[in-house]
């Protein structure tokens, strides 16, 4: 087995030779997909706990506070300690809550974000399912996570919840418009749905510069609606604090509560992993035409590294906005989809596809 | 036409304003030195307590252990959760006057609610705030506390 960290797929697909040597291939597919199902459980716990401590940090910073600071070194494993308090909490019986659904409801948001993970490319050759639809799917799966919101504020017979939940709804619905269209544009350049041949594309160049203006717009309208679909920062009018005490959450304890808490931040890091597919070249190092040595130092960083590096970037300008920019109320937030991203984003279209067609990009 | 040009400025006004807030919040991000948190614990040797803190009531005492307080009783008397208690005698002076002498100024530190109201109206200005702030004990008993010390008297001028 070859093991080159900057092309994973000769080490995968052996991986899945011996396999297919080794056993039937109905067996070989069934432990292929426990190895990646635990492979992703692990990296969804560890990544979803960091983003919660780096959120912190960065809030803290930017308050002028430290964050977390007493367990461990900078406090690096407050976290861990927070999820081990919260498993051991009561999980409290609510009074004429709809206890099926009640109970549902975190695991149809956690899994949401849970099935958007398998078609995100990390680095060349480590992507569980390449999808000819990738960027659909993920469009499609990690919407669903609403569903969820919906039904915790339904079930739980509180008004608040219920407040929350319906904001939250009227705010996917819309905002899902954008995040479609802003990467339709990016489609229409790419001239394809599916992640790996989208990242292909942009070896010699991101679509951030390659498409230039409507690329640009594009990753604005994909920002600012990312955020508010992740029901984030200035957007978090589902869960606003100073009004819904928690929104849809405010009556679940212990590890439902951690099942929203690491959703929400979960499907941060998705939105952020879709932009950096889309607009940023995902794995693809950044190459300057012409530049032949500046290329080869940028060559020797791992594909991997490059995928955090530019999906914690994203993760930071969200993180930025949310602890800058005050909430918005329903209707500053309708206003802003319905007369400003989507007019804008609909003839950033028209624009992309002229540009293609007139061959304008680089 | 003018409402088209508007509606591209709006955009623009707004982005800029926003631009300009990041640019606040990124200033003290990438400037850790602007940090105002008391790392507690680790600075008690240097910590310094603001001037307005209060922290607890005594009174305060000079070299000859005297105290300036006459055992008038107004502290008890404005104190609004009654943590005040001032027990006090009559004594016959030699040219065979009473007078009122002090002899326990009681203080109930777990009553307080550092309001400043018998401070503030002390006549003789006995009676200060400290700036120690560490009081948590094991025992309830020992919030309570004498603030005269023993031995201590009634110095000379304060009756003026």
């Known amino acids: 087995m070859k093991f080159n960290i900057y092309d994973l797929s000769s080490f995968t697909s052996s991986f899945d030779q011996l396999l297919m040597e080794n056993f039937s291939p109905f067996w070989a597919v069934a432990i292929e997909m426990i190895l990646i199902g635990i492979a992703i459980l692990a990296f969804y716990a560890v990544v979803g706990l960091y983003l919660v401590y780096a959120e912190r940090k960065v809030c803290a910073f930017m308050q002028c506070r430290v964050g977390p600071n007493r367990v461990g070194p900078y406090g690096f494993f407050q976290t861990i300690a927070d999820l081990i308090k ?24 956690i899994i949401a974000s849970f099935m958007a993970i398998a078609a995100i490319p990390f680095a060349k050759g480590l992507h569980a399912i390449d999808f000819n639809i990738g960027i659909f799917y993920i469009m499609a799966v990690s919407s669903l996570g609403v569903v969820g919101i919906l039904i915790a504020g339904w079930s739980s017979n509180n008004k608040y ?24 544009t990016i489609v229409i350049l790419a001239g394809s749905l599916q992640l790996s041949t989208i990242v292909e594309a942009q070896r010699e160049g991101w679509f951030l510069f390659t498409g230039h203006i409507p690329a640009l717009i594009a990753f604005l309208v994909f920002l600012v609606a990312a955020t508010a679909e992740t029901n ?22 212990g590890i439902k509560f951690a099942f929203f808490f690491l959703a929400e931040y979960m499907n941060m890091f998705i939105v952020a992993s879709i932009a950096a597919t889309m607009f940023l070249g995902g794995w693809m190092p950044f190459h300057v035409g012409g530049w032949v040595a500046f290329n080869d130092v940028m060559d020797f960083i791992p594909p991997f590294l490059w995928y955090i590096g530019k999906t914690a970037f994203i993760i930071f300008i969200m993180m930025w906005f949310k602890w800058t920019f ?18 804008i984003n609909l003839v950033n279209i028209l624009i992309m596809a002229f540009v293609v067609l007139m061959g304008w990009h680089f | 036409m003018k409402s088209i040009f508007n509606y591209f400025k709006e955009i623009f006004v707004a982005i800029a304003a926003l631009l300009k807030g990041m640019k606040v919040t990124g200033y003290y991000f990438v400037h850790p030195g602007q ?3 008391q790392q507690y614990p680790e600075n008690r040797a240097s910590l310094q307590m603001f001037e307005r803190f209060k922290g607890e009531v005594v009174m ?14 107004i502290c008890e008397i404005n104190c609004p959760n009654g943590s005040i208690e001032i027990i006090s005698e009559m004594l016959l002076s030699q040219e065979g006057k009473k007078k009122r002498v002090l002899s326990k100024h009681i203080y109930h530190l777990g009553m307080c609610t550092f309001c400043n109201l018998c401070v503030k ?10 700036q120690t702030f560490e009081h948590a004990v094991f025992d309830r008993a020992k919030l309570t506390k004498v603030l005269n010390k023993p031995g201590s008297v009634l110095s000379k001028g304060a009756e003026e």
Request: proline share 6%.
């Open chain 2, 60 to 73: 305060p005492h000079d070299e000859k252990n005297e105290h300036k307080c006459t055992a008038c009783g």
């Open chain 2, 35 to 37: 940090i105002v948190t």
């Open chain 1, 86 to 109: 919260l498993l051991m909490k009561e999980l409290i019986p609510i009074k004429n809550a709809d206890k099926l659904l009640f109970n549902l409801a975190p695991f149809i948001v």
């Open chain 2, 121 to 130: 109206t002390c006549p003789s200005n006995a009676l200060k705030m400290d």
């Open chain 1, 161 to 184: 919840s219920l407040i929350g939940a319906m904001r939250s709804g009227a705010q996917i619905v819309s905002y899902e418009l954008s995040v479609g269209l802003s990467l339709i």
């Open chain 1, 326 to 343: 005050p909430r918005l109320r329903i209707d500053q937030l309708l206003t802003l989809e319905w007369k400003y991203l989507l007019p």
């Open chain 1, 232 to 253: 984030r920062g200035p957007f978090d009018l589902a869960e606003a604090e100073s009004e819904l005490t928690a929104g849809f959450h405010t009556e679940y304890s």
